[in-house]
């Protein structure tokens, strides 16, 4: 089990940014990822990123997000720029444990953050 807190979320204008963080207990190997859920929307996944440190992201928000780690840290980042409307949501940081590579589809296992709001307007 590992255990996971998000913060960093908040209220920004389009074109603002912000950063979040997932504190975790350190696990090797281990795939960490956020996802984010609007209102009357299923989760989806939003960036991954793999224990070697290969990185995926969702069409979405290709060149505006940026996933990181410091792993001496056991801290999970997610830079976002260039934020829209359309990125309102409930952000939710996940890790898989015991895999090197991600997946967003649930293998089985994963732990869940608490969620942190994240609120762009218009």
């Known amino acids: 089990q590992v255990q996971l807190v998000e913060s ?3 209220s920004v204008q389009a074109g603002g940014s912000l950063r979040l963080s997932c504190g975790g207990s350190g696990y090797t190997p281990m795939c960490m990822m956020w996802f984010r859920q ?5 989760r989806e996944g939003v960036a991954s990123i793999s224990h070697g440190g290969i990185t995926i992201y969702a069409n979405s928000v ?4 940026t996933i990181s780690k410091d792993n001496a840290k056991n801290t ?3 830079q976002m720029n260039s934020l829209k409307p359309e990125d309102t949501a409930m952000y939710y940081c996940a ?5 090197y ?9 994963r732990n ?3 969620g942190t709001q994240v609120t762009v307007s218009s």
Request: glycine share 32%; charged share 20%; net charge positive.
């Open 62 to 65: 290709k060149g505006r997000f």
């Open 101 to 109: 590579t991600c997946s967003f589809g649930d293998r089985g296992g």
């Open 112 to 114: 869940w953050g608490q």
């Open 38 to 42: 609007a209102p009357g929307k299923k």
């Open 76 to 78: 999970l980042y997610l």
């Open 8 to 10: 960093g979320g908040g």
């Open 95 to 99: 890790a898989d444990p015991g895999y």
